[in-house]
């Protein structure tokens, strides 16, 4: 009983991604003309034009998105044929066009296979594809059994099979607070009844809060050995991985006030890579997909409208591109008001 | 023989099947939701799917196996299939001649009694423009495309469904593509899953994946798996290249016993190489480890290949098994075939050690000495082949050039077998004090050097220095019987003369450190100490003159002559006692005839080092006229002896200096390379460093570089990330 009132609530509140396609068909043609090869391969322009485990995932969430079964097909044949290749079933996260073999990296990296896990998820409930669905239950299988690590009574998502743990570092546990991608994880839960993946979306923004009551943007790696703190070796700041994160939060529906507040603070005078000690800019991030990450903070909270040429996507790089049509999408699912 | 697919055997049965190794069952039609398994299953497609086996079961050819109780039999009452011919009517069209025999061999695995069709030109055509993209794109390898492709047109036209044939075709190629990916990132687990899921990829069309499987049960620890994969390409496969290169697999992978049983599979002789290939293996590990033999088939198979060809390699390879298995004149004869056929180092260094095998040390030497630069395997055949020379009895009369080139030699790798054996050379012909330098010089290379603590102790008897002996036998006595014995001489003179000579030649055996000189059947007179003919105008002067050592007998003696004086200095020199040898020295360069200044010189330089004075002996050695090939000499010890003050003083960048200076006038000794990499270790110079050590390991394996490579990876060490 209790779980179909859930259904219900997550039809009427229009959580699942609906019918109609939340990435304006226009935008999604104009980033997969310059990111999406033929052959399916989703571009990092800025980073040699190789492609990763999150570029593909980011792909194929936002063809599901855009409802573009074709592209779909295209990038998960390209994810499926050249990086799900290891022994457990996850993907190798770096691909490298000018290196042979191509794969440089056989590590996974977690975020890259919750992104391909969730897009499957979702391609799967769209188009009715059980055999995606299917495909998306062993990913998250697969990436529960290596990446879901306890420690000191809460459930963390280690940032890739090898190389943070306690045994691999001195500060271990050490966590990336972007890797979660929050809007996968109850999708997660319900592909396997694995409620493992509630208590890590329960860890994560336990975290968030942590730091937002010290006022601190999250730092991109963290030790959670005891309190949390920047990891040893990794620069302390709210850089180019950490600024996902209030995106993320707005995308799954949790994005509180407070729990945002210390990335609004950050971003005042600007979108920027922050040092999260001094709370000083340490680079300028001008590029119209990071800045509409603060105007969309500030039109969930305060209804803030957002700037006009924010609301029309122009493809740039990959990275900020990608990041201003997931912003898109979530504003015209969760906050059609601001467009 | 048709090509069937495979059902690859899996040894566990509990492996986990990832439901990612098959897509696409959405779009495709009902009956393509099974897999392509065996044949004898497949023949009737419109059969119900059936599971991939899980179960462990070996490749067979099913088309030789008509008692399966199991198989549904093709009887003519049966309607005939109806087959799907669109594929192969494409890759004729395109004359994708590859493509199109794959797919012939595709549909006459599953359909036995099919015909092919005659008009693939003219008939079939499927009269869809979309469908032929499709297929182009898929002759092209574009699967992704054919993906889109195949989902668009879906979209647009409910109706529409794949045809049955491009959506397996599909299926088996990015299966094959993902097999080969997961194979190159060493994903084994995953590699024998993609087999298991998709079989329809095994066949003979793709011999490649098959051995990729293979490889992957290998690596797996399932040897008898891969063995399963391998044979079936036997059975089945007809690609000459393909079926050697399987056994060639096999081979490098498989235990020998396996690859017996595939030779079994052998057709006309096809495994010839293959058979050769593992003569080859036996006689070399035979000739790794005289303990084992290879049959005389073997050896007479590979004589023969040796024979025909015009190439060192078997030559070489029967010279060593020769030369380890006591047919030394035989390796003699197959290395210098080899040599002769531009065999290179390793026939030069087989051809010393075969020649100093059979006794001619003189050859032996001579074309060692050519090879002396082509690495250390040649430079020790080199120093054993002198070393078993110099210690003959009578001792050879040598050529000048020829003992210079072997004090040249065993000084710069300081060889202390080679050293005590210019000590036994001198001594056998009765030049003691010389024979004690070298002795001693033995000794400071290597401490524990026997052989050496023996002749010089020897040499302290003949020369009736009691305290000199004393001191020795005290260090030595508990470790040596024999040269406590010296001391004794009631019982020593006890033992016959022959029996003493064996004493001396066999006892050493026992401590490695000797073992290159002990190994000769030569050795060093014993009987000498009871005759002292003196044999001063013998070959032993010419070492002693070449070497920082003196060149006169008995005491110092006076005189104030320039040769009386250089006499004395030498042997001041000698007796470490470099202050006055320098005082004799300064002497002799002062009143004799050119000769004697320039030796003079030289001694004086060789005095100022054994003080510890570099600068003072290179300005010695500078001053004096020597003869080219003596002030190189002289100067090369000069530069390591300033490049080690200059080290101990942390200069490190003048010790580099320093070292290339003496690069240039001779090779780099090991430990002063090794010198080189702490060198550029001081300074930072990691990679520098690095790249030395490693050399230097790979040359001789010294913990000394092993111990340098740790200290670098010590420091260098980095966080991940």
């Not at chain 2, 495994?271 to 080859?280: N, P, T």
């Not at chain 2, 690069?663 to 430990?671: H, M, S």
Request: with cysteine.
């Amino acid at each position: 009983m209790r779980r179909v009132f859930a259904a219900m609530a997550v039809v009427f509140l229009g959580l699942a991604p609906g019918a109609r396609a939340a990435v304006p068909a226009d935008a999604w043609a104009l980033y997969r003309q310059k990111f999406v090869t033929s052959e399916g391969r989703v571009v990092d322009d800025l980073n040699g034009g190789i492609s990763h485990s999150e570029s593909q995932g980011y792909g194929l969430l936002l063809a599901c998105l855009a409802d573009d079964r074709a592209t779909f097909a295209r990038i998960f044949a390209f994810t499926r044929t050249e990086l799900l290749i290891r022994d457990d079933g996850l993907a190798a996260w770096r691909w490298d066009p000018k290196a042979s073999p191509h794969v440089t990296d056989i590590n996974n990296a977690s975020d890259g296979d919750l992104l391909i896990a969730d897009a499957l998820a979702c391609a799967g409930r769209r188009w009715a594809m059980p055999a995606h669905s299917a495909a998306a239950r062993q990913i998250a299988t697969s990436l529960a059994k290596v990446a879901l690590r306890q420690h000191a009574g809460q459930t963390w998502l280690m940032p890739g099979a090898a190389g943070f743990s306690e045994k691999d570092r001195t500060d271990g546990p050490v966590v990336n607070p972007s890797y979660w991608v929050f809007e996968a994880f109850p999708i997660l839960a319900k592909l396997t009844g694995d409620q493992r993946w509630m208590q890590v979306q329960a860890s994560g923004l336990k975290l968030l809060d942590d730091l937002a009551k010290r006022r601190m943007p999250a730092p991109e790696w963290l030790s959670v050995k005891a309190e949390p703190k920047p990891a040893e070796g990794f620069p302390a700041q709210f850089g180019y991985n950490a600024i996902r994160i209030p995106l993320y939060l707005l995308r799954a529906g949790l994005g509180d006030k407070a729990r945002l507040a210390p990335f609004r603070q950050a971003w005042a005078a600007g979108t920027a890579v922050v040092d999260v000690v001094s709370g000083k800019p340490v680079e300028p991030l001008p590029d119209a997909g990071y800045r509409i990450l603060s105007a969309s903070i500030a039109c969930a909270i305060e209804g803030t409208p957002i700037p006009a040429e924010l609301k029309t996507f122009q493809p740039t790089a990959y990275y900020p591109s990608t990041l201003h049509l997931l912003a898109l999408s979530m504003l015209g699912e969760r906050y059609p008001q601001c467009l | 023989m048709p090509v069937k697919p495979i059902l690859v055997a899996v040894a566990v049965s509990g492996v986990a099947f990832y439901t990612l190794g098959r897509y696409g069952h959405d779009i495709a039609s009902p009956q393509l939701a099974q897999p392509m398994i065996q044949p004898a299953q497949a023949q009737v497609p419109q059969q119900p799917p059936q599971p991939p086996a899980g179960v462990a079961t070996t490749p067979v050819d099913t088309a030789q196996a008509p008692a399966d109780p199991n198989r549904p039999a093709a009887t003519p009452q049966q309607p005939p299939p109806k087959i799907d011919e669109t594929a192969l009517r494409y890759f004729a069209g395109q004359g994708d001649t590859r493509r199109y025999e794959a797919e012939l061999a595709r549909l006459r695995a599953l359909y036995p009694e099919w015909r092919p069709p005659t008009d693939l030109s003219s008939q079939g055509q499927t009269g869809d423009a979309e469908l032929e993209r499709m297929w182009r794109l898929f002759a092209e390898g574009k699967y992704g495309e054919v993906r889109a492709a195949i989902v668009q047109r879906g979209s647009a036209d409910p109706n529409w469904r794949a045809p049955a044939d491009l959506a397996a075709q599909l299926d088996t190629a990015e299966a094959r593509q993902r097999l080969v990916n997961a194979s190159d990132a060493r994903q084994w687990e995953q590699v024998i899953r993609l087999g298991t899921e998709t079989p329809a990829m095994l066949t003979c069309a793709s011999v490649d994946a098959l051995w990729r499987v293979a490889e992957a049960f290998v690596q797996t620890g399932k040897p008898e798996r891969a063995r399963d994969a391998y044979a079936y390409v036997l059975t089945n496969c007809t690609n000459p290249a393909e079926r050697v290169g399987t056994l060639q697999k096999a081979l490098a992978t498989l235990p020998e016993n396996l690859v017996e049983a595939l030779l079994g599979q052998e057709r006309q002789n096809e495994f010839a190489s293959i058979r050769d290939e593992i003569a080859r293996r036996h006689i070399g590990k035979a000739a790794d480890d005289p303990a084992q033999k290879a049959t005389p088939a073997e050896i007479q198979r590979i004589e023969a290949l040796a024979n025909a060809a015009a190439t060192p390699d078997d030559a070489i390879l029967l010279g060593f098994y020769t030369l380890h298995h006591e047919e030394p004149a035989k390796a003699v004869t197959w290395f210098q075939t080899a040599l002769g056929r531009d065999g290179g180092a390793k026939a030069a260094e087989g051809a010393v050690l075969a020649l100093g095998a059979t006794r001619n040390y003189q050859e032996a030497e001579t074309l060692g000495a050519r090879w002396l630069e082509a690495g250390a395997a040649n430079r020790k055949a080199y120093l054993d082949a002198v070393t078993a020379l110099l210690t003959q009895e009578p001792p050879p009369r040598l050529d000048r050039t020829v003992i210079e080139r072997i004090v040249r030699t065993v000084g710069q790798d300081k060889y202390a077998p080679g050293a005590g054996a210019l000590g036994w050379y001198a001594y056998n012909a009765g030049q003691i004090t010389p024979a004690g330098t070298w002795f001693d010089t033995a000794l400071s290379w290597d401490r524990g050097y026997e052989p050496a603590a023996y002749g010089l102790a020897l040499v302290r008897e003949r020369q009736r220095d009691q305290a000199g002996l004393r001191t020795l036998v005290a260090e030595w006595g508990g470790r040596s019987q024999r040269i406590a014995d010296v001391l004794n001489p009631r019982r020593a003179r006890s033992v016959p003369p022959t029996g003493g000579q064996r004493d001396m030649r066999q006892r050493p055996l026992a401590g490695p450190a000797d073992e290159p000189a002990e190994r000769r059947p030569a050795a060093i007179i014993r009987a000498g100490r009871d005759n002292p003919a003196a044999r001063e105008a013998g070959p032993a002067a010419e070492p002693a003159r070449q070497a920082a050592a003196p060149r006169v007998g008995g005491d110092c003696g006076g005189g104030s002559s320039g040769a009386a004086a250089l006499q004395r200095g030498w042997c001041l020199l000698n007796l470490k006692r470099p202050v006055a040898a320098a005082a004799a020295f300064e002497v002799a360069r002062r009143g004799g005839n050119a000769q004697v200044v320039a030796d003079a010189a030289a001694g004086l330089a060789y005095a100022k080092m054994q003080q510890g004075l570099t600068t003072e002996a290179m300005v010695a050695a500078s001053a004096a006229n020597l003869p080219p090939a003596r002030r190189k000499e002289l100067s090369t010890l000069l530069l390591a002896e300033q490049f080690y003050a200059q080290y101990d003083a942390k200069d490190f960048n003048g010790a580099l200096v320093t070292l290339s200076e003496r690069r240039r006038l001779a090779p780099e000794t090991t430990d002063l390379m090794l010198m080189r990499g702490w060198s550029y270790y001081n300074l930072g110079r990691y990679q520098d460093a690095e790249r030395i050590f490693e050399t230097l390991y790979k040359v001789n394996k010294s913990p000394e570089a092993l111990s340098g490579l740790t200290t670098i990876r010590d420091v260098t060490k980095r966080n991940i990330q």
